[in-house]
Each structure stands twice: as structure tokens, then as C-alpha cells.
């Protein structure tokens, strides 16, 4: 009997203990809601510890033919569009497409910042293929993709603004060949007009059809459609709403912005003064005559010895992270990925 007894008591002890067991288990369960907040500050540390800026500016740096015989100011020789790729590189910066920048689809490494690259007129310079589909020496394409390999995290990726030119082919086989090589390899391909000519005093008739027929091309020759328009000269249109959206025939374009052609970085397209109707570039320049202020290597000089007002990234595309005081500055379409810290 006694023994019984003393089995009841030990079942009795091992089943209490099994009980407290489950008890404790369930008592250290985290509420999703604390565990969510966890998360945001750890990422709110991270992005203070690289003193990310979100809502910064961002160069967009405008090319125009790489040759070694410059034949005007916008021209620019291979070896200084190496250094200037080189300078960038150094300090930090990441190339990114337009399309990218204008989608807010800023995807680069924690303390980085982005560069926009941006090439006019469709140049052979920029891109001429060999025989075996190889970019040629020396070309902006094949310049970017050796520093890319010797710098590695800096993106062999660029806008291509192209004319009905593209690229001094004639043939719309070469076209085509040539806007499929730049699609296959990631680079961006943006609207520059069909025939090169100032916006500012056409009819609104005139700019759909200038817009709207290279884009109706590129789409017929790549299968792809172009997110950003870049202004011949720089110049908008008397209605500036005509050149980010309109229909000519079958070309109908709904661009995610229009570039300008200067004078200074752009602000992020997370703040409120992004303007998708008229964002700046920079011309690619050195320090001389307006471009002692106004050009890539100043600006360039500008942003390094103001970092508190530079595009620093905190390494992680869906938030937008930022210090605190900067927080009115947000576009309220972003707040739900805001990371202030």
C-alpha cells in the first residue's frame, strides 16, 4: 500500500514537473508587436551607426561623347572619365540607373552613396560593339565595365539617352542589336527625343511627336520603355506636364521624371522637393570658368566637405532611413518605410 502510495507521488511529481515545463515554455513566447520594434531599432542603430541620410542629394553627372579630341566643353577624353570614374569610386560613390533613382529603387551597401550616370545623344563613343559583341576599347560602356572590375561593389550601370540615331547605326538590326546588348547587361535606356530639338517654343502636338516616336522605337526595338526623358538643352516645354506624359500614335510615354541639364545635385526622390517635371544634372567638368562652382568636380569637392547634406545609405532598399530632425522633409508616399534614428 505504502509503495502505491509512493508511485502516485512520483507519477504526481513527474507530471507536475512536465506541467511546469509547458508553463515556462509558453511564458518566454515574444509579442510579435515587441519583436517588430526590436527589429526597427536595431535597424535604426545600424543606419546611425553609418550616419545614414536618405533624404540627401544625389549627384547626377551628364556625359556626352568619350573621345580622346574633345570638339566641345561637354566632350570628354577617356583618361578623364577613368579619373573622374576613379574619384568616384574613392569616395564611396555607387552607380545607379535613373530609372532607379526616379523609383526610389536605391538598393546599395550601408554608407555608400549613389551616383547617377547619364550619357546624351547616343553616341558611338558611348557604345560601338565588335564583331563578337564586345564593347570597343575606350568606349563609356567598356570604360565603366574595367573600373567595375577593379573596384568591386561599383556598378558597371548607366542611362543611355538615345536619339533616333542610336549609336550612328542605320540599320534597324544594328539598332536593335546594340538596345539589346545594353538591356542584357543592365544598363537603363531613357528618351532624348526623336530628332534632338528645343521643346521650349513647340506645340504641345510637336512634343508628343518628338517624345512619343522614339519611344514608340525603342519599344519596338528592345521590348522595353523608357522610364526618363533627358530635355535637348535642357529646355522644357512652355507646359512642362508635356514632357512627362503624352501620346503620339502608338508612343505613348508616362516617364517617372525629366532631367534637366544643370546646375546642381538632386535631391532624393524620398523628400518633398523631388520634382519629377524638371531634375537637375551636373555637367561633367573640371574647375574652370562657371564650372569653378557649377560642374561634377566641384560639386563632387562640395558634397565630400558637406556630408551631413550627401545621400548615405543605410544598406537596406525597403526603408528610408534618416536622422530625426530631417523628418518633415519626408515625402508622406515613404512613410511607411521611415527609418528616423
Request: aromatic share 8%; proline share 6%.
Amino acid at each position: 500500500m505504502r509503495l502505491g502510495v509512493l508511485g502516485l507521488v512520483a507519477v504526481g511529481a513527474i507530471a507536475s514537473g512536465c506541467g511546469a515545463e509547458t508553463v515556462k515554455q509558453s511564458a518566454v513566447k515574444v509579442d510579435p508587436a515587441v519583436q517588430k520594434q526590436q527589429a526597427q531599432a536595431a535597424k535604426a542603430a545600424a543606419a546611425a551607426k553609418v550616419k545614414a541620410n536618405e533624404l540627401g542629394q544625389i549627384p547626377v553627372l551628364m556625359y556626352h561623347r568619350i573621345i580622346e579630341k574633345p570638339g566641345s566643353q561637354d566632350d570628354r577624353t577617356p583618361a578623364k572619365f577613368r579619373a573622374d570614374l576613379e574619384r568616384l569610386a574613392r569616395d564611396g560613390y555607387v552607380p545607379i540607373t535613373a530609372a532607379e533613382y526616379v523609383t526610389g529603387k536605391i538598393d546599395i551597401p550601408a554608407g555608400r552613396h549613389p551616383v547617377v550616370l547619364t550619357f546624351d545623344d547616343s553616341s558611338p563613343s558611348q557604345l560601338t560593339l565588335d564583331e563578337l559583341g564586345v564593347p570597343k576599347a575606350d568606349t563609356a560602356v567598356a570604360i565603366l565595365r574595367e573600373m567595375a572590375a577593379k573596384h568591386p561593389g561599383f556598378r558597371a550601370v548607366a542611362t543611355f539617352y538615345v536619339t533616333r540615331d542610336m549609336f550612328g547605326k542605320s540599320t534597324r538590326e544594328e539598332q536593335a542589336q546594340t538596345l539589346m546588348w545594353l538591356k542584357d547587361n543592365g544598363f537603363d535606356i531613357g528618351n532624348h527625343t526623336r530628332d534632338h530639338v528645343n521643346l521650349r517654343e513647340r506645340s504641345q502636338k510637336d512634343v508628343a511627336d518628338q517624345i512619343g516616336s522614339i519611344q514608340q522605337q525603342v519599344k519596338s526595338l528592345a521590348a522595353i520603355s523608357p522610364v526618363t526623358l533627358a530635355l535637348p538643352y535642357g529646355n522644357q516645354p512652355k507646359v512642362k506636364e508635356w514632357a512627362l506624359r503624352g501620346k503620339a500614335g502608338e508612343g505613348v510615354y508616362n516617364h517617372g521624371g525629366v532631367f534637366l541639364a544643370g546646375y546642381t545635385p538632386a535631391p532624393a526622390p524620398f523628400t518633398k522637393t523631388f520634382d519629377p517635371l524638371g531634375i537637375p544634372r551636373i555637367r561633367a567638368m573640371d574647375k574652370t570658368g562657371d564650372c569653378t562652382q557649377f560642374c561634377s568636380t566641384a560639386w563632387l569637392d562640395w558634397l565630400k566637405s558637406n556630408p551631413d547634406m550627401r545621400y548615405t545609405s543605410d544598406g537596406d532598399g525597403s526603408t528610408v532611413a534618416f536622422p530625426k530632425f530631417k523628418a518633415p522633409f519626408l515625402r508622406k508616399g515613404f512613410a511607411a518605410g521611415a527609418l528616423p534614428y
